[in-house]
Nanobody, 125 residues
């Protein structure tokens, strides 16, 4: 079993930055792929970014590519999402998730096996 705990959400103005953190614990997770997904009110959950826990290739959705960066600190067992140049449309609950198939980098929510509780990000215009 893998436990994921997110933090770092909050309220920020358009153009601002936030860094989300996800502490990973539990069983062996080095082979997992780690993702950040989000869900805005009235919308389906969507993938934002994904990376292997070894910190190799990363996947980004078109909506955030060039503004968001996903990274891993293995020593701290923590996954980060650095979000720059935030826009009101980035407002959502952001979830950290783990996929046992570590070689699959995807934004499809159904591909993930473990989920955190979510952290709210609100971008004001």
């Amino acid at each position: 079993e893998v436990q994921l705990v997110e933090s770092g959400g909050g309220l920020v103005q358009t153009g601002g930055s936030l860094r989300l953190s996800c502490v990973v614990s539990g069983s062996t997770f080095d082979a997992y792929a780690m993702g950040w997904l989000r869900q805005a009110p009235g919308k389906e959950r969507e993938g934002v970014a994904c990376i292997s826990f070894t910190g190799g290739d990363a996947y980004y959705s078109d909506a955030v590519r060039g503004r968001f960066t996903i990274s891993v600190d293995r020593a701290k067992a923590t996954v980060y999402l650095q979000m720059n140049n935030l826009k009101p449309e980035d407002t959502a609950v952001y979830y950290c998730a783990a996929n046992r198939e570590g070689n699959i980098l995807t934004g499809v929510p159904g591909s993930y096996d473990y989920w955190g509780q979510g952290t709210q990000v609100t971008v004001s215009s």
